[in-house]
């Protein structure tokens, strides 16, 4: 065994490669049966199917994380506060509109399922749902604004 | 009046014998990381305990440069060990910390490690823990030379090498840590578990020279 051309560094490195490029794609399968029988038990199976969608796309994460980790100079006192900027930044106007696209077609189902405009029958929530998530800046600012209309205090 | 060539000798041999207690406190300190019960290791705990030492071994005769500053005068013996079997002693201790316990005995520490992490994850603990700890060890040696290529062979050697040891940490091994971070979020967020806790710790270790410099900034 050749110890002098074994490194700690190497040997993490080829475990995440590892983890990242063998486990996690297996365990993507995984995943995708458990989420079959748990919706085969009307049981919640999306916990399921979104991480087998993580597991497959996880160089695509790291590399998401990479780009929120380069938003300064590596040196720059910000940079972590500027990195937690850039992920929630990200959350809020990419994948949010499109949850907001997924709760308007559950929304349509509903209504094409039940025939049923009534706000108890489920649709009034994947419709507040969807609006929401468009308006995710706005209700931040509407808050901030409440916020601010409160600092005189209470005259 | 001369030092006695024994005493010139002892010392000889306590300063050949450095770059063997180097690599034992190393594999010590490999020892301490499963020891200490998680993949972090504990500040002051058995691991920092012994890279301490393996880094003081490695910058042993650097650090004896400040006794001349403080006025004592240090004259380190030259032209090797006059008594032949204090001269054998050392070739003989070396070659067995060399022969024996780092080319034969570490492995199998390590192989023993592998199947720790098994049966780590047979009583439903974390396997990863055991996993690092034989990978650590494998790489002792390398990891020695690393601390020897981070000696600057000034008095500031040992803060020198301890410097490079943290930006090799947070420049090599944060980055590759993120990643298994973000394969355990993904995991905890399958198993109904905390994971945004993770993602934090993917993000804070892709950027731990920033936040050392953010609480330098708050100073």
Known sequence: MNLGAMSFDQGILNLANWLGNVIMPTLAAVFIILSVLQFSKGRE???????????????????????FASQAAWNNPDLYWLSLLALIDWV????????????????ALKLGVSSLVHPTSGWL?????AAFCLMLSGVLRLAEFFVTQGTGGIT | ?????VLDDLIS???????????????????SLRREGTMTFTIGGGFTKWMFWAVFFVTLQPLLGWFSSFGIT???????????WIGSLVADIS?????????????????????????????????????LTAMFLLGVETTYGLLQSYNTGTPYAMADVLDSLWNHLAGTI????????LVGAILNFATHKPFMRLVAVSLAMLTTSAIWKLVVSMM
């Open chain 1, 45 to 67: 199976f999306a916990h399921s199917m979104y991480a087998a969608l993580a597991s497959l796309m996880i160089s695509g994460l790291v590399r998401a994380m990479e780009t």
């Open chain 1, 92 to 107: 809020a106007n990419v994948i949010l509109p499109v949850y907001a696209a997924s709760q308007v077609a559950a929304m």
């Open chain 1, 125 to 129: 929530r994947h419709f507040l749902t």
């Open chain 2, 1 to 5: 009046m001369p030092t006695p060539p």
């Open chain 2, 13 to 31: 041999v306590l300063l050949l014998l450095a770059p063997s207690a180097a690599v034992l406190s190393l594999v010590l300190a490999g020892i």
């Open chain 2, 74 to 84: 240090t004259p380190l013996p030259s032209g090797g060990i006059a008594t032949g």
């Open chain 2, 95 to 131: 070659q067995f910390i060399t022969g024996f316990v780092v080319q034969r005995l570490v492995p199998t520490l390590a192989a023993f490690f592998v199947l720790r992490a098994v049966l780590d994850g047979a009583s439903g603990q974390q396997p990863l823990a055991s996993i």
């Open chain 2, 174 to 181: 944060m980055p590759l840590a993120a990643v298994l971070a």
